[in-house]
């Protein structure tokens, strides 16, 4: 009797051990997703208790089954997305396009414009944002002479501080960029580990050294200060394409240059911009908008002082730098996108279209570039909010997701500083929509188009 009481002990401990492991440690998973527990293994699409492995009779009441909307959100994996229309997607990879964090003016100012004191301090960036690196050329070489920021760095401005470099407050606003993109895409949704894997992520930057800072600031705050040092990728300047690159590309300064004349045409004769000219000093036909936009904004974020006869036109300020900068778009519109932008979605296509394909690819791409590179992109894709400039650190994603289904779909969603915009009217765009509209401003042949009509060419600006 007594062998026959500990047998059936022992059965009894045994059954009720294995339906508590399938209870509560059964995990269900999304591709290459977490694991996530849920309760719904012994249990059919009815909810009900009819599998062949029910749980032993008895013990229903002890542990209720739970309901049909209990299951599906157990079931539902963190690192996925449903969608409105019941769509269950997976991020599979991020392309992120920011601006650098707040730096010191790139241009001096109006005639009728003190100039303010930019104390050396504030250009020595936070230790803590600056993780090892290192800066190389995709075959690993050194890093490639750029003569603009070479001229820029020459350029020292009264207090200490060169011409354009990243602040301490403009550091800072690249690390809680990298904080944010941690959160989504370590945290949320779980497409990268949380420490740097050089194999899941890309870091690409323009050859400036305020971009290149502002990249290490951003991976510091996703990844964390310590760890291996990241290697931070940049292209001469003849091959460069985060930002329209007049310099390798004579075709595009001449349609640029076209597009501005027509717009400065266009819009020398309003009263309140020659009210500006005339407050600040400048002749009607070289008031640059963008450069007093950026004497002005650079000076506001970093609360230094603005005279009011450059305050009280701020907003028309900044419409005319807007206004500028969309002009240069606006005759031959695709000629100027394609020419500006054709080799950068060529170069993003290329990394989608793997991921689409099963080829090896990464999962995360951060480039640094420039407001110059965010707004035209913005107006491109019909999404660019003409009253806002892209501030300091603004950031644009786009996020390639499939289908969990049998399907296995593929969509895009597009983000402008966290918050989704819809693309042709869909937040989840199919991705061969996204592809075939991108691809129509990719040049065939970019040396042939990018050759010159005219046999005089200015060089690049310098870059905000």
């Known amino acids: 009797k007594y062998t026959f009481f500990v047998f059936n002990k022992v059965v009894f401990m045994f059954v009720l051990s294995d339906w508590l492991r399938r209870v509560f440690s059964v995990t269900v998973h999304c591709e290459e997703g977490h694991d996530v527990p849920f309760m719904s293994e012994d249990l059919n699409v009815n909810g009900d208790n009819k599998s062949e492995s029910a749980m032993p009779f008895g013990f229903e009441s002890l542990f209720p089954a739970p309901t049909l909307q ?39 100012p109006p005639p ?125 300047l003849m091959e460069e394409f985060l930002f329209p690159n007049r310099f390798n590309c004579p ?26 000219a005339k407050d600040l000093g400048l002749h009607l036909d070289g008031l640059y908008y963008v450069g007093v936009f950026d004497v002005l904004i650079s000076r506001k974020y970093h609360g230094k002082h603005i005279p009011e006869n450059m305050l009280k036109h ?21 000629e100027a996108f394609s020419l500006s932008f054709g080799k950068l979605f060529k170069n993003m296509l290329k990394s989608f279209d793997d991921c689409v394909e099963g080829k090896p690819t990464k999962k995360l791409f951060l480039y640094s570039c420039h407001d110059t590179t965010i ?29 969990q289904d049998e399907g296995g779909e593929w969509y895009l969603r597009l983000l402008y500083r966290g918050e989704v915009f819809k693309f042709d009217g869909k937040e989840f765009c199919p991705y061969n929509e996204f592809s075939q509209f991108v691809r129509n401003a990719i040049p065939e042949n970019f040396s042939t188009a990018c050759e010159p009509k005219t046999k005089h060419n200015h060089t690049q600006k310098p870059l905000n």
């Open 70 to 108: 209990q299951q599906q959100y157990q079931q539902q994996p963190t690192d996925c997305l449903t969608t409105e229309d019941g769509k269950v997607l997976k991020l599979m990879q991020v392309q992120t396009y920011f601006r650098h964090g707040a730096r010191t003016p790139c241009h001096v």
């Open 112 to 236: 009728l414009v003190e100039e303010v004191v930019w104390e050396g301090e504030m250009c020595d960036l936070f230790t803590k944002f600056q993780r090892k690196m290192r800066v190389t050329t995709p075959d690993w070489s050194e890093r490639p002479p750029n003569p603009f920021n070479f001229r820029q760095s020459l350029k020292l401005l009264k207090g200490g501080c060169v011409q354009g470099t990243l602040t301490k407050k403009g550091s800072e606003d690249a690390y809680n960029l990298g904080r944010r993109l941690r959160s989504r895409y370590i945290d949320s949704l779980s497409l990268v580990q949380g420490h740097l894997v050089g194999s899941e992520v890309h870091v690409q930057s323009s050859n400036y050294n305020r971009t290149i800072e502002s990249a290490r600031s951003v991976v510091s705050g996703m990844f964390g200060e310590g760890g291996d040092r990241v290697r931070i990728v940049v292209l001469p």
């Open 251 to 276: 075709r595009l300064g001449e349609v640029l240059k076209e597009n501005f004349r027509k717009h400065k045409l266009s819009t020398n004769g309003k009263r309140i911009y020659k009210e500006i």
């Open 314 to 334: 701020e907003q028309a300020i900044h419409d005319g730098a807007v206004e500028e900068v969309l002009g240069r778009f606006k005759s031959n519109s695709l």
């Open 375 to 403: 707004m035209p992109i913005l107006v491109f894709l019909a999404a660019f909010d003409e009253r806002e400039w892209p501030p300091y650190s603004s950031d644009l994603a786009f996020e390639l997701y499939q289908n």
